[in-house]
Structure formats: C-alpha cells, structure tokens
T-cell receptor, first 112, second 113 residues
Framework: DADVTQTPRNRITKTGKRIMLECSQTKGHDRMYWYRQDPGLGLRLIYYSFDVKDINKGEISDGYSVSRQAQAKFSLSLESAIPNQTALYFC???????????FGPGTRLTVL | LAKTTQPISMDSYEGQEVNITCSHNNIATNDYITWYQQFPSQGPRFIIQGYKTKVTNEVASLFIPADRKSSTLSLPRVSLSDTAVYYCLVGDLFKGGGNKLTFGTGTQLKVEL
C-alpha cells in the first residue's frame, strides 16, 4: 500500500465550485505539505503543517484553505475554483533525520 | 531564503557521467542541500542530501566545496531511465525546513541512446 495517498486522482469541475482534495499518510510523519505544479514549471508550496495545531501559508496560498484533521490527514480546499487553479496538486509528508519529503501520486484538477 | 540557480536543461548519452551544478550563494550556516528527481506526472523523490564535502549513495554522489556556495550532483553512467527533472533544494532541516525548501524549475535531463 502507498504511504501517501491522494483522492481524487483526477477531477474536472466548473468555475465557482468548492473543491476538496484529500491526503492521507501512513508514515507517521508530523509534517505535511500541499504543492501545485503547472506544466513546465516547478512545484510551488501552497500550505504546510508541522503538526495538527500548526498550519502555515506557503508562497501561493491565496484562493486555498487547508484543514489538518489528524496527524495522518491534510485536506486542501478551493472555496471557489477558478480556471487558473487548473494544475497538478501534490501532497507530501516529511520526517526523519533528513526531513526527506515523500510525495503522493498527485491530483490532476481541471477547472472549466 | 536561500535561492538556488540550476541549468534549465542538459543532454547526455547512455553510459556517460552527468554532473548538474546548483548555485546557492546565500546558503546559511544551518542549511542542508537536498536533491530530488521527478518523472512526468509523478511527485519528486529524494536522491541525496549533504552538508559539506562529499556524499555518495547507491545512485548518486553530491560534491560540496568548502564555501558551500554551490553543489554538484553526479550521476554515474546514466541510462534512458534517468531522463527526469532534477531539483536542488537548500534549507534548514531543524527549523521547519518546509518553509525554506523551495522547488525551483529544476534541470531537465534528457538521456539519449
């Protein structure tokens, strides 16, 4: 079984709709992250959480919100989706001495 | 934030050694250097990490000069399957590395026969 899972894997929605992307991990890590990746570009950090009570904005948090329901679960919400939020979204966790990040398989989101 | 600069792309042939250099002039004392590899439509995966001098594992070597203002990822004898994007990250692991670990656009390595 995958250590970091994301649901859904693909989603097509319309402008103005509320969307939630979910992430679960079985690695026992405290740190979790949400990134987006646009074609030909690197990953940009949206939000990160170092434990259940600690949530921080990344470089591109506008238009997004998150919820850390438990150590193992970190959800990303788009309150009112817009077309330029069409992207590939990755969840990641990190821990250990190297603080190595482990990524989920990604969610491909299309906003029409 | 320690900003990193890498070449946008590199080309190589199977069996050759590939060296990708990353510049990080304003690296801080507590920052570590970490390299990730990403295949299309997959999340990045950890390759190697170091603080100074040389680090080697089963897939790569990382060379860091004494001033730590740059680092070089060395991939020995590349194959077609090494075609991917490689990211250099610099950050403080112990003070919440997440807020200082920025993935830039990376280096697209293309390996041909």
């Amino acid at each position: 079984d995958a250590d970091v899972t994301q649901t859904p894997r693909n989603r097509i929605t319309k402008t103005g709709k509320r969307i939630m992307l979910e992430c679960s991990q079985t690695k026992g890590h405290d740190r979790m992250y949400w990134y987006r990746q646009d074609p030909g570009l690197g990953l940009r950090l949206i939000y990160y959480s170092f434990d259940v009570k600690d949530i921080n904005k990344g470089e591109i948090s506008d238009g997004y919100s998150v919820s850390r329901q438990a150590q193992a679960k970190f959800s990303l919400s788009l309150e009112s989706a817009i077309p330029n939020q069409t992207a590939l979204y990755f969840c990641a966790t990190s821990g250990g001495a190297r603080d190595e990040q482990f990524f989920g398989p990604g969610t491909r989101l299309t906003v029409l | 934030l320690a900003k990193t600069t890498q070449p946008i792309s590199m080309d190589s042939y199977e069996g050759q050694e590939v060296n990708i250099t990353c510049s990080h002039n304003n690296i801080a004392t507590n920052d570590y250097i970490t390299w990730y590899q990403q295949f299309p439509s997959q999340g990045p995966r950890f390759i190697i990490q170091g603080y100074k001098t040389k680090v080697t594992n089963e897939v790569a070597s990382l060379f860091i000069p004494a001033d730590r203002k740059s680092s070089t990822l060395s991939l020995p004898r590349v194959s077609l399957s090494d075609t991917a994007v490689y990211y250099c990250l610099v950050g403080d692991l112990f003070k919440g590395g997440g807020n200082k670990l920025t993935f830039g656009t990376g280096t697209q390595l293309k390996v041909e026969l």
